[in-house]
């Protein structure tokens, strides 16, 4: 008789449960806003690699374009919300991916680019 009592209130816990509504448009929008912002992220990037190998190959040492490199990634998150004015959608995983992808993507492109470079010291 235990069993049945138990197998009825499990039947009713489940059936209680919905799944909640889900927010198509929501999704799309801060998707789309995230795509934006990663594209700008990008561009960060890429600037602050090639401003990199530029002082580089200036003739000054590795620190200071690595601290210029390091400032601009630090920058980067005000720039975006500068720029981006649906930028308080980003839960901190987005901030965390787009400052990661600034680095990553700046300290890539630096090292490539000495690498190729013919003046590279």
């Known amino acids: 008789m235990a069993k049945k009592v138990r197998k009825k209130l499990e039947e009713e ?8 509504v889900f927010d ?7 998707e789309y806003e995230l795509m934006g912002a990663l594209l700008l992220a990008g561009v960060i990037a890429v600037a602050l690699g090639l401003l990199g190998w530029a002082m580089s190959v200036a003739g000054l040492p590795w620190y200071p374009p690595f ?3 390091l400032a601009g990634v630090i920058a980067s998150p ?3 919300r ?3 004015e649906r930028s308080s959608l ?6 965390a991916g787009l400052i990661a992808l ?9 090292f490539v ?3 190729v470079s013919p003046h590279a010291l």
């Open 82 to 84: 500068r720029i981006r």
């Open 67 to 69: 601290l210029v490199g």
């Open 24 to 30: 198509e448009l929501g999704f799309v929008t801060k």
């Open 102 to 110: 600034v680095f990553f993507g700046w300290l890539a492109l630096w």
């Open 78 to 80: 005000y720039l975006i």
């Open 113 to 115: 680019l000495l690498n």
């Open 13 to 20: 816990e489940a059936a209680a449960f919905e799944f909640p």
């Open 90 to 95: 980003y839960t901190k995983g987005d901030w």
